[in-house]
């Protein structure tokens, strides 16, 4: 006796069922699309499925090529036998026939995007953008984006902007330091910082013997953790001893941890003994993760801050930070100047002195402001009208940065001066790998 039996009556189980066969079937599919490569020892390749060994199988393999042909090839000759989907020896077959154009390129990273090759298909973009530097579609697929005349990804973008990656996402240089820290790293800072701001009352008081003692603590210091004590007692501190006496301590801590301060004080000290001795120590050790805090300084709005980052990233940066020089081979600031009020503008001629109708400036006054040496501004008073009215005016003046051009000169063994267009076509070869300036019409 037969029962009637239908999908309707075990709809749970029937759709069970549909799922298994599908899932055995393309588990059997995917195990079938797969190939094999035969690597010749004299350097060749024959993709395709190995057969089963016949008669004579350990002397000779037979393979069927892709092409469906049949070839035997001598053991002896075989290096090595490996098995790859499928898929793989298509591209790999496809991109040795291809011709080496942009059409070409582009149609086969299509193909490799329609069949989930995700690095081959990124493979055949680079061919594209290494054919036609500007091809549009190719560097939005690779991430580029064109800022400022040259093609960026995100990673370079917010490099530039003084981020870095932390997990993910980007964050600034003074957040990433928060974020390495936990709860034992900031007590243990608090306790350090009460330490050293004792120590350094007794290296402030007229007691020789606290004197000595807080001076021998300090030098004792090398731990981590003591570095957010040490650069909030004595990174501002107004004598100059112990700001030296900051770097020398600074230099014998490990870890990145160091490396803000000592940038710091290579980028803002008033006194240049001090900013050299911070640029050394950095020079002295990796200081790789100190760059972006002088790629940040070359933004800045006092062009002795520019000059200074300019001098650091030829001690410590690499090529890496050629795009970010070149933007500031030039940059434009603007000083607030006080003068008498008998004129509306006041603004640097085109040989590069300051003036306006009816004002000049004293001649050191003048030269200062063009050497940087003012970044605060300064107040003329008219000789011999004491009285006058007087008025601040902004004034606007764009550097050539030495400091930024002897860094670039430096890091690249080329010269094309203050020539911002002729360095950034030079730099597109370099990363196109042409080795060849581009024509410059």
Same mark, same amino acid.
């Given at each position: 006796?037969? $029962? ?34 035969? *690597? &010749? ?10 057969? *089963? ?7 000779? @393999? ?7 042909? %049949? ?36 149609? +086969? ?12 298909? $990124? ?13 549009? =579609? ?20 917010? @490099? #530039? ?5 932390? #997990? ?12 390495? #820290?936990?709860?034992?790293? &900031? ?18 008081? =007229? ?7 807080? +001076? =021998? ?22 004598? $100059? ?15 990145? +941890?160091?490396? %803000? ?5 290579? &980028? ?6 001090? %900013? ?12 790789? =993760? ?10 800045? *709005? ?5 000059? @200074? ?71 003329? &008073? ?25 860094? +670039?000169? *430096? ?31």
């Amino acid at each position: 006796m037969k $029962l009637p039996c239908s999908a309707s009556m075990f709809p749970g189980v029937f759709r069970l069922a549909v799922v298994l066969c599908l899932t055995l079937g393309l588990s059997h599919s995917a195990q079938e699309v797969r190939a094999d490569l035969i *690597k &010749l020892k004299q350097g060749g390749e024959i993709r395709g499925k190995l057969l *089963k060994e016949s008669a004579g199988g350990e002397t000779t @393999r037979t393979i069927e090529t892709l092409s469906g042909g %049949r070839i035997s090839v001598d053991a002896q000759q075989i290096e090595f036998v490996t098995n790859r989907p499928l898929v793989i020896e298509e591209y790999e077959s496809r991109a040795h026939q291809i011709e080496n154009t942009v059409e070409a390129h582009l149609e +086969l990273s299509e193909w490799c995007r329609e069949n989930f090759l995700t690095t081959p298909r $990124l493979q055949e973009l680079e061919k594209v953008i290494e054919l036609d530097p500007d091809h549009e =579609q190719a560097r939005a697929a690779l991430g580029y984006t064109l800022r400022d005349g040259e093609w960026m990804t995100r990673d370079q973008i917010m @490099r #530039k902007n003084g981020y870095v990656k932390y #997990k993910g996402r980007y964050v600034s240089s003074a957040e990433l330091e928060l974020l390495e #820290k936990n709860q034992a790293d &900031l007590e243990a800072e608090r306790a350090w910082s009460k330490k050293i701001n004792l120590w350094v009352t007794w290296l402030t008081s =007229q007691n020789p013997q606290y004197q000595s003692e807080g +001076l =021998q603590n300090i030098q004792n210091i090398n731990d981590p953790n003591a570095v957010a004590g040490l650069a909030r007692n004595l990174g501002k501190h107004e004598n $100059l001893s112990l700001r030296s006496l900051l770097v020398t301590t600074l230099q014998q801590i490990p870890g990145h +941890l160091p490396l %803000r301060p000592l940038a710091e004080l290579a &980028l803002t000290d008033p006194h240049q003994a001090i %900013r050299d001795a911070a640029l050394q120590a950095l020079s002295a050790r990796d200081a790789s =993760q100190a760059i972006v805090f002088f790629i940040e300084a070359l933004k800045h *709005k006092s062009n002795l801050i520019v000059q @200074r980052a300019g001098a650091g990233l030829a001690a410590i940066g690499d090529r890496e930070v050629v795009p970010e020089l070149i933007d500031a081979l030039t940059t434009s600031h603007t000083y607030r100047v006080r003068v008498p009020d008998a004129t509306s503008t006041y603004s640097f001629n085109s040989n590069g002195s300051f003036g306006g109708s009816g004002v000049v400036l004293p001649p050191e006054i003048e030269a200062g402001l063009l050497a940087g040496r003012y970044p605060n501004g300064v107040i003329v &008073l008219p000789s011999q009208q004491p009285k006058v009215r007087m008025r601040t005016v902004s004034v606007k003046h764009v550097h050539q940065n030495s400091a930024v051009l002897d860094a +670039l000169q *430096k890091l690249t063994e080329q010269n094309f001066g203050y020539n911002q267009r002729l360095w950034r076509l030079w730099w597109s070869s370099v990363e196109n790998q042409t080795g060849i300036i581009p024509a410059i019409p």
